[in-house]
């Protein structure tokens, strides 16, 4: 069965620093999203793209972060420079199209920690 | 903005009990989805509803959806131990993105 894929699982920081995660979603899913879970919450939408343009971003902090999907396939999503409260894991997510009400597949996510 | 709140935040059951998790959201929604997250793992999506008053069961899980469509609701007959883990209901108001409850922890102690 085809599944989102995510690198790294894991990523350890110092503040201040740059960190930057992939993301390659189901073959075929037009639609991609970027969450963030913090512990014991639910995700939180960061960003959503339709094939290569970002259709909702208005949770992004644009101040620090940055996510792009060149080509309409793989993602990437940038922290720079991160903090201590960006602590968390980022999931990565795609679907078939955007009607709403499509099943989203979730990736294993990259749990980052920032010291 | 749009909230959706889920009850219990967690819940402790013996192995055999029922569990019901509580979906309520501040606006009404078009549809509502559910995902299980297991401990260390990512969620999984696990029904869809879309209609006023939709029951749907997948074996010991019934999903409902309120008349409303405001609120919804998962129970969960005879709990197993591979019951564990978060549920998550996450609302789809026209026009917005997917909005996640907190969730909802299960354990089962065998």
């Known amino acids: 069965e085809a599944e989102v894929a995510q690198s790294p699982r894991y990523k350890i920081t110092e503040k201040s620093q740059a960190v930057a995660f992939w993301c390659d979603p189901i073959?075929?899913?037009?639609?991609l999203y970027w969450y963030r879970q913090i512990l014991g919450q639910g995700p939180e939408l960061l960003v959503q793209?339709?094939?290569?343009?970002?259709?909702?971003d208005s949770q992004l902090p644009k101040d620090r972060f940055s996510a792009e999907r060149l080509k309409g396939v793989d993602s990437t999503l940038k922290i720079q420079p991160a903090e201590l409260g960006d602590s968390a894991m980022y999931l990565c997510?795609?679907?078939?199209?955007?009607?709403?009400?499509?099943?989203?597949?979730f990736g294993p996510g990259t749990r980052l920690t920032v010291l | 903005g749009q909230q959706v709140m889920q009850i219990p935040q967690y819940q402790h059951v013996q192995e055999g009990e029922d569990f019901t998790t509580y979906c309520n959201s501040s606006?009404?929604?078009?549809?509502i989805q559910w995902y299980k997250q297991r401990p260390g793992g990512h969620p999984v999506f696990l029904i869809q509803?879309?209609?006023?008053?939709e029951v749907k069961k997948q074996k010991r899980l019934t999903f409902q959806f309120g008349e409303a469509k405001k609120n919804s609701s998962l129970h969960i007959t005879a709990t197993q131990t591979t019951d564990v883990g978060t549920y998550f209901c996450?609302?789809?108001?026209?026009?917005?993105?997917?909005?996640f409850g907190k969730g909802t922890t299960l354990s089962v102690s065998s």
């Open positions: 997510a795609s679907s078939l199209a955007t009607s709403g009400g499509d099943t989203q597949y």
């Open positions: 073959s075929g899913h037009a639609t």
């Open positions: 793209f339709q094939d290569e343009s970002v259709v909702d």
């Open positions: 606006t009404t929604l078009s549809n």
């Open positions: 509803l879309v209609k006023s008053g």
């Open positions: 996450a609302g789809h108001a026209s026009g917005t993105a997917l909005i």
